[in-house]
């Protein structure tokens, strides 16, 4: 933004200082705060930086294409479905926070498609995650809870209803998200883990069988069956 004329050097100063006096927030923050640059400047800014496209605005029809990503970790990123591209099977993912290479991973390997960054103002992003909350999205299902039995029994309940011809899990940040796909439609089931420290990992686990990886679950009227559910992700 220097190199640019957006910024003076004694602008970048100003901004670090009061960051630095405050203790939080990131130097764009503090460019918006002492007026130093708009929003869209400090996003433009970015999408440079990270080398990904700025999207000024967004259809909410996209988030279900081609596959819906639970609101929840949608939430928990902070970002949003920008737009997709039947022809590439490319999902365009944008972020208002920071680009995280992770996620964008896991969803490709979840939601069998090609997934493509791009850079987004925090506001907006903000703004259509809340229009999202008002909407009806009966595909998500979420539970707060780190018991490892109880989300076993819940996911064998669900698998009996659904009978999903195809079954995915994946951790992202502090969600376990079983992705339970049928002919009609898919079943997002989203595991709150509530950490008490910060989430740190991504990760992917695939089968198309019942039997997940290291997850393991019985169907309630299995005859001493057990509750317990090993799985390889920590806290």
Same mark, same amino acid.
């Given at each position: 933004?220097?190199? !640019?004329?957006?910024?003076?050097?004694?602008?970048?100063?100003? @901004?670090?200082?009061?960051? $630095? $006096? @405050? #203790?939080?927030?990131?130097?764009?923050?503090?460019?918006?705060?002492?007026?130093?640059?708009?929003?869209?400047?400090?996003?433009?800014?970015? &999408?440079?930086?990270?080398?990904?496209?700025?999207?000024?605005?967004?259809?909410? /029809?996209?988030?279900?294409?081609?596959?819906?990503?639970?609101?929840?970790?949608?939430?928990?990123?902070?970002?949003?479905? &920008?737009?997709?591209?039947?022809?590439?099977?490319? %999902?365009?993912?944008?972020?208002?926070?920071?680009?995280?290479?992770?996620? %964008?991973?896991?969803?490709?390997?979840?939601?069998?498609? !090609?997934?493509?960054?791009?850079? &987004?103002? $925090? !506001?907006?992003?903000?703004?259509?995650?809340?229009?999202?909350?008002?909407?009806?999205?009966?595909?998500?299902?979420?539970?707060?809870?780190?018991?490892? #039995?109880?989300?076993?029994?819940?996911?064998?309940?669900?698998?009996?209803?659904?009978?999903?011809?195809?079954?995915?899990?994946?951790?992202? /940040?502090?969600?376990?998200?079983?992705?339970?796909?049928? !002919?009609? @439609?898919?079943?997002?089931?989203?595991?709150? %883990?509530?950490?008490? $420290?910060?989430?740190?990992?991504?990760?992917?686990?695939?089968?198309?069988?019942?039997? %997940?990886?290291?997850?393991?679950?019985?169907?309630?009227? &299995?005859?001493? @069956?057990?509750?317990?559910?090993?799985?390889?992700? #920590?806290?």
């Amino acid at each position: 933004m220097v190199a !640019r004329g957006k910024l003076t050097h004694v602008e970048v100063r100003a @901004a670090l200082e009061a960051q $630095r $006096r @405050a #203790g939080y927030g990131k130097i764009g923050d503090w460019l918006e705060k002492l007026g130093f640059a708009s929003e869209q400047e400090v996003t433009a800014a970015l &999408a440079v930086q990270w080398g990904c496209p700025l999207v000024s605005s967004f259809d909410l /029809g996209i988030v279900d294409m081609p596959g819906s990503i639970p609101l929840p970790i949608l939430e928990s990123f902070q970002m949003l479905p &920008a737009n997709y591209t039947a022809a590439t099977n490319t %999902l365009y993912l944008a972020f208002g926070e920071r680009v995280d290479h992770a996620a %964008l991973y896991t969803i490709e390997r979840t939601l069998d498609c !090609r997934t493509q960054p791009c850079v &987004a103002q $925090r !506001r907006k992003i903000a703004c259509r995650l809340d229009d999202l909350r008002q909407m009806p999205r009966p595909g998500d299902v979420e539970f707060v809870t780190r018991d490892f #039995g109880e989300m076993a029994r819940i996911t064998s309940s669900y698998v009996n209803r659904v009978n999903p011809e195809q079954v995915r899990i994946c951790r992202m /940040g502090s969600f376990i998200w079983l992705r339970l796909k049928a !002919r009609a @439609a898919a079943t997002n089931l989203v595991f709150n %883990l509530v950490p008490k $420290r910060a989430p740190s990992r991504v990760g992917f686990l695939e089968s198309s069988s019942l039997s %997940l990886a290291s997850l393991t679950y019985s169907t309630p009227s &299995a005859p001493g @069956a057990s509750d317990e559910m090993p799985l390889p992700l #920590g806290d």
